[in-house]
């Protein structure tokens, strides 16, 4: 039996060789055995810098690596086939599959048309600066590589409703399409954030969203993927995804978990697009990627008690998709925010070991991030293991002290074993008397991560003071279970009080 867990299975230096693909096929057992239970794979269609794409310019969603276009066959992650065998691997290892979708811009258009528009102010969208006057827009996608297959749809001005560029005066700024309107229903940052980047959809327009259903239809019998990650879900009508996904869900007869993107710290404005979408997706819980940011950027003097505290986790635990960094906050991009070193096991330890929110784990903390020089997270094997094999059962938290703080869950019958105790400090470490359940008086508890040497005796409440050294995190586990680093030897005779620590003997 696995909790789920999120693997996003890439960052965004990976190399440009092709290869990728083909590397997910050969890992996915190992994925699976790690504990993950879903993994999201990076966009696989063709992007308009061709195989350097890491797929977010998106040219043609229905060249999957098929086609010789924008200089390439492959795309950066390899070919359609090589795509198609990776996914059947990842199944085959027991893993579902979310596919990484990209509708709110194109990129790298064909041909540019003659249009009128006017430039809209980057403060205020809804302000126009100037009046409307004659540009070229790169608006006409014919996708000559694929010559109709698949879809012969051509995408012309009329489904846009703004560009990034003016080829005529080769100027760049957000130009509204004359006659055009931006999408209501977006977040309301500068105004009216509809428009992000190149040449962005009007989904008011009829043909633009029966083209989009065409292709998830398509994208879904062609791949076989199981549920989606959705980019950029605050830049689109709320409404969209509504009936997309609600559409596609009845027709397919599948269940398509989805997670979007919405990329705002404030848990009101994530709770108001849950709630304006039907909430059809989880979210990904940004306002507690910035908490991680704060304390991991405070060194010790963020107050731990205010962590989860208006969170997505806090507010909709059943929508919440934890994660700790991503491609977007890794170093050298748009939104990078990257959680500092030392804080890292205790961040993961929040997503992986807590009862509310479904974790996402990171590629580049799971494997590093060479171009960096960023190694993987220490212990992160060790914490996914121990999501698997104890995170189980009821949850009681102790935050209740500004740098140190904790929580237990007490197992469950269909775990043997299972339940833990785990305590973090941002500041000089310490130790707290937490409760298991008098269930569980007289068994011994270790640190799996191996940051303690103690071993602790329950006493008769099921409860020890637990300790945890300073700006670091300790998981307490039942010895019975926990990983062997060495021969376990025997234990040694001790006179020490229930609840207290124990003779160290090597684990």
Not at 179 to 208: C, H, I, T
Not at 251 to 265: I, K, M, R, S
Not at 323 to 342: M, R, Y
Request: proline share 5%; glycine share 10%.
């Amino acid at each position: 039996m696995k909790q789920n867990t999120m693997l996003q299975n890439f960052e965004w230096y990976l190399p440009a060789d092709g290869q990728f693909w083909n590397q997910c096929a050969a890992q996915a057992q190992e994925l699976s055995d790690l504990g993950f239970t879903q993994i999201w794979l990076p966009p696989a269609y063709k992007g308009a810098a061709g195989r350097n794409d890491v797929g977010y310019g998106v040219y043609d969603l229905y060249d999957l690596g098929e086609f010789d276009q924008k200089g390439t066959v492959p795309t950066k992650y390899g070919t359609k086939e090589e795509y198609l065998n990776a996914i059947d691997a990842l199944h085959d290892a027991g893993l579902q599959v979310l596919a990484d979708v990209v509708l709110n811009h194109r990129m790298g258009a064909d041909e540019a048309e003659e249009i009128k528009a006017s430039r809209s102010s980057d403060e205020d969208r809804r302000c126009q600066v100037g009046e409307s006057a004659p540009i070229r827009a790169w608006t006409r996608f014919t996708f000559p590589g694929r010559k109709g297959k698949y879809s012969d749809f051509v995408w012309n001005w009329t489904h846009f409703d703004g560009v990034d560029w003016d080829e005529q005066n080769k100027a760049g700024g957000v130009f509204q399409i004359q006659g055009k309107s931006w999408d209501d229903e977006v977040d309301g940052e500068r105004g009216n954030y509809d428009y992000l980047m190149g040449a962005d959809l009007d989904m008011s327009n009829p043909e633009v969203t029966d083209e989009l259903y065409r292709w998830g239809r398509w994208y879904l019998e062609t791949t076989g993927v199981d549920g989606f990650r959705l980019d950029a879900v605050k830049h689109i009508r709320f409404t969209f995804y509504t009936r997309w996904l609600t559409r596609l869900r009845q027709d397919t007869g599948l269940a398509l978990p989805a997670v979007g993107e919405y990329w705002n710290p404030d848990i009101d404005a994530l709770c108001h697009y849950l709630d304006s979408s039907g909430q059809v997706m989880s979210l990904f819980d940004v306002p507690l990627h910035f908490h991680f940011y704060e304390a991991s950027h405070d060194w010790g003097n963020y107050d731990m008690r205010e962590l989860l505290k208006d969170t997505l986790v806090e507010r909709r635990p059943e929508l919440a998709v934890t994660f700790v960094d991503n491609h977007d906050t890794q170093p050298g991009q748009a939104l990078q925010s990257w959680i500092e070193d030392w804080f890292k096991p205790l961040a993961y330890a929040i997503i992986l070991l807590r009862q509310q929110g479904t974790p996402c784990v990171f590629f580049g903390d799971l494997r590093g991030i060479p171009h960096d020089s960023i190694p993987p997270v220490p212990g992160l094997d060790k914490l996914l293991w121990a999501r698997q094999h104890c995170a189980w059962g009821r949850q009681t938290d102790y935050f209740d002290h500004p740098n140190l703080v904790g929580w237990t869950r007490s197992g469950s019958e269909e775990v043997p074993g299972s339940g833990l105790a785990v305590l973090m400090s941002d500041g000089p470490g310490g130790e707290k008397k937490m409760c298991l359940g008098a269930e569980r008086a007289g068994e011994v508890f270790v640190d799996c991560t191996g940051n303690r040497p103690e071993r602790l005796m329950l006493d008769d409440t099921g409860s020890a003071r637990f300790p945890v050294g300073g700006g670091s995190v300790s998981v307490w586990v039942s010895e019975k279970i926990a990983p062997k680093t060495e021969p376990e030897k025997e234990s040694a005779e001790t006179q020490a009080a229930p609840g207290e620590a124990l003779p160290v003997t090597e684990k």
